[in-house]
């Protein structure tokens, strides 16, 4: 069975960091490309990041742009979501998706189940 799995959210206070992990079960992760997204209860995903089977390649939705750095490691077949200078809006869960184009956000079709991030005082 294939699953994405995502680690690495939890509680952080404003202006702190965090750096989320993707990981895939059954699948190989490492021949493609791969976003992050946010999602809050009843809301659409949004906020993508997303990066090329290489990794030389990155592109970001305008509310990600500038506060979130997505890198990966092949040898690992890990995604990362570095997410710095968090702000109370940016509460919400965090799925990793593939099968997709970074041209286009809604062409991912595989996701994880997401992470929770918190940003609280």
């Known amino acids: 069975q294939v699953q994405l799995v995502e680690s690495g959210g939890g509680l952080v206070q404003p202006g702190g960091s965090l750096r989320l992990s993707c990981t895939a079960s059954q699948f190989p992760l490492d021949i493609y490309s791969v976003a992050w997204f946010r999602q809050v209860p009843g809301r659409e995903r949004e906020g993508g990041s997303c990066i090329s089977v290489s990794g030389d390649k990155t592109r970001y939705e305008e509310t990600a742009k500038g506060r979130f750095t997505i890198s990966r490691d092949n040898d690992k077949k890990t995604v990362y979501l570095q997410m710095n200078s968090l702000i109370p809006e940016g509460t919400a869960v965090y799925s990793c998706?593939?099968?997709?184009?970074?041209?286009?956000?809604?062409?991912?079709?595989?996701w994880g189940q997401g992470t929770h991030v918190t940003v609280s005082s």
């Open positions: 998706a593939t099968e997709g184009t970074c041209n286009a956000w809604a062409s991912f079709s595989r």
